[in-house]
């Protein structure tokens, strides 16, 4: 893997130079640039194309969310050319998190993630696979769950929006998972561990294994973060 290419835009002075005095200790991470708001962030975008741009949610003059929803209307090339966004929020409330997931970005993070995790999301979302903190997917999880019978579609179509590629579609149809993996599915998005999701269902470990092994073989995906992606923007949970 090259180096990755990192663009800041945070309007906060101290954050920005903490993430990119954090981010340039690490080995194959090299920050191109810093914007202090969202006009100045998408300028920033367009002229140096990171490989990934961390955003934040909370910009002045336009939201991380509303920045996103532009740059991508305004930069459809084929996904492995793009630059990806990831969200870096301290709001984890329902409407915030949903919106995201609708302007298109590709990972989300919450404030207090530690540089290790940060730099294990900047790989992760480089790579083409997105990095979704663990409560913000029980968030959704549970937005999804409570939605009144009625708007559940409603919420659905939210959460797809930009959603998963046409061959991940394809590949829902031709390898539909059981019910016994949806549930277990349901739970990797909520967070819960192996021994978690085997002491809910009433199976061993060794099951829940197995499951999760053919989830993600199914979903092709790398891990159980994407595949709680890949199931959330399918609307495959709801």
């Not at 209307?73 to 995201?100: F, G, N, W, Y």
């Not at 207090?112 to 790989?123: F, K, M, N, Q």
């Not at 549970?142 to 797809?160: C, I, N, W, Y």
């Not at 993600?216 to 495959?236: F, I, P």
Request: net charge negative; proline share 4%; with cysteine.
């Amino acid at each position: 893997m090259g180096e990755i290419s990192v663009a800041l835009i945070e309007d906060h002075d101290l954050t920005r130079v903490g993430l990119k005095a954090a981010l340039q200790r690490q080995p194959g991470i090299s920050v191109v640039g810093e914007a202090a708001n969202a006009g100045q962030g998408l300028q920033l975008l367009d002229s140096s194309k990171p490989d990934v741009a961390i955003v934040d949610i909370g910009l002045p003059d336009m939201d991380g969310i509303e920045l996103t929803r532009r740059f991508k209307q305004a930069h459809p090339e084929p996904i492995e050319e793009r630059t990806k966004i990831l969200i870096l929020t301290m709001h984890d409330s329902e409407d915030s998190v949903l919106a995201a997931f609708a302007a298109g970005a590709d990972s989300y993070c919450m404030k207090d993630i530690s540089t290790d995790r940060l730099v294990e999301a900047l790989h992760a979302t480089y790579g083409g696979n997105s990095w979704i903190d663990p409560a913000i997917a029980s968030i959704v999880l549970r937005q999804v769950r409570q939605a009144p019978e009625g708007e559940t579609a409603d919420l659905s179509k939210k959460v797809s929006i930009g959603a998963v590629e046409p061959e991940y579609e394809q590949l829902l149809e031709n390898y539909p998972l059981t019910e016994r993996e949806l549930e277990v599915l349901q739970l990797i998005v909520a967070g819960c561990s192996n021994a978690a999701i085997a002491e809910k269902l009433y199976i061993t470990v060794g099951t829940v294994k197995t499951h999760v092994r053919n989830i993600l073989n199914k979903l092709c995906a790398d891990d159980r973060t994407q595949a709680a992606v890949l199931a959330l923007r399918s609307g495959l949970i709801g």
